[in-house]
């Protein structure tokens, strides 16, 4: 995903005789630092992908998904050339067990009934590699996802990242609090290390509306997402 070498992220952590910091201990702090920026910022390792869903209501990311962050649309297969189709927007689960106590239920009638479109989804911050569709599906069909994946670890100083070019400087400073860190007991080193660490969380925004970017029940504004079931 990211064009920038683990070579380039080492040349700026000033230990060109690679040895306090070792190229293989740094590219492991490297690695961390990827699946940590991933655990607080799921958009940074962001992939789109069409999606055929299983029978019933409850479907699973791909098995490199992390956590979903949205259902955008119907589609025709899961292929790349796939046809758009019905926007598909989120919905508050206490409004749809509200109005549609039964949508679970694959012999359900009415607006609830299982078929090969889906107009809502269903996401649950407690499993985030899981959602829901209404209605449920029994058929064929096809969606359009967004979902946050498992970084590939870097292997070689050669590698490049696998998350956006953007998150470079957090990754600069994790390797650096890592590194520092590892030295703490001598002076001003245990300090460096929580400044680099301060400037890493800062970097990728650790507030709760930065958080809410990346929550299908949040809209952009911030606010709980409850569209109406119905239609």
């Known amino acids: 995903m990211g064009t920038i070498t683990g070579a380039n992220i080492i040349s700026r952590v000033q230990d060109t005789t690679s040895v306090r910091w070792p190229e293989a201990e740094l590219l492991r702090y490297i690695n961390d630092a990827q699946r940590e920026v991933v655990n607080l910022r799921p958009d940074a ?4 992908s069409n999606v055929q869903l299983v029978t019933g209501t409850k479907q699973t990311l791909p ?41 679970n239920d694959p012999t359900v009638t009415g607006d609830a009934a299982h078929g090969t479109t889906v107009k809502h989804y269903i996401f649950d911050q407690d499993d985030p590699r899981s959602f829901y569709v209404y209605p449920g599906v029994s058929g064929n069909a096809y969606v359009e996802i967004v979902f946050s994946k498992s970084p590939t670890d870097l292997s070689s100083t050669s590698s490049t990242i696998d998350i956006d070019d953007t998150f470079a400087n957090a990754i600069i400073d ?13 002076a001003g080193n245990a300090q460096r290390s ?16 930065a958080s809410n970017v ?9 606010s709980k997402a409850v569209p109406n079931v119905g239609g």
């Open 194 to 209: 929580n400044q680099h660490y301060a400037l890493f969380n800062n970097s990728l925004g650790q507030s709760t509306a």
């Open 174 to 186: 994790f390797v650096l609090f890592k590194a520092y860190l590892k030295d703490a007991e001598y």
């Open 63 to 103: 098995t490199t998904g992390l956590r979903l962050i949205k259902v955008t649309r119907n589609m025709s297969d899961a292929s790349g050339g796939a046809t758009g189709g019905r926007a598909v927007r989120i919905v508050d689960i206490d409004i749809l067990n509200t109005q549609e106590p039964d949508w």
């Open 214 to 222: 990346t929550n299908p029940n949040f809209d952009y504004a911030g």
């Open 45 to 48: 390792s962001a992939t789109t």
